[in-house]
Nanobody, 115 residues
């Protein structure tokens, strides 16, 4: 059974930083592009960062220069380093393959940016 478990979210003030982590089990994700998605209340889920099997990264315009995605194939983890956080970054964050596989969505981790 494939599981993607996200962690690292929390409450942070504007301008602060957080590091999210996603641990995979039941899957060898090394051949796949992986990504971090987020869903804010009342909005569609959006893809904010991707990393290819070789480590090429891409970011949504809204997070470019502030977020950094990385992967460790041996540890089966995909991390998202977030800095200069803004209130509009508030959302539940998920990791998944790119494109997302419905069966792999986990519970996500809540990130709240507020003073």
């Amino acid at each position: 059974q494939v599981q993607l478990v996200e962690s690292g979210g929390g409450l942070v003030q504007p301008g602060g930083s957080l590091r999210l982590s996603c641990v995979a089990s039941g899957i060898n994700f090394s051949p796949y592009a992986m990504g971090w998605y987020r869903q804010a209340p009342g909005k569609q889920r959006e893809l904010v960062a991707t990393i290819s099997p070789r480590g090429t990264t891409n970011y949504a315009v809204s997070v470019e220069g502030r977020f950094s995605i990385s992967r460790d194939t041996a540890k089966k983890t995909v991390d998202l380093q977030m800095s200069s956080l803004k209130p509009e970054d508030t959302a539940v964050y998920y990791c998944n393959k790119v494109p997302g596989t419905n069966a792999y969505w986990g519970q996500g981790t809540q990130v709240t940016v507020s003073s």
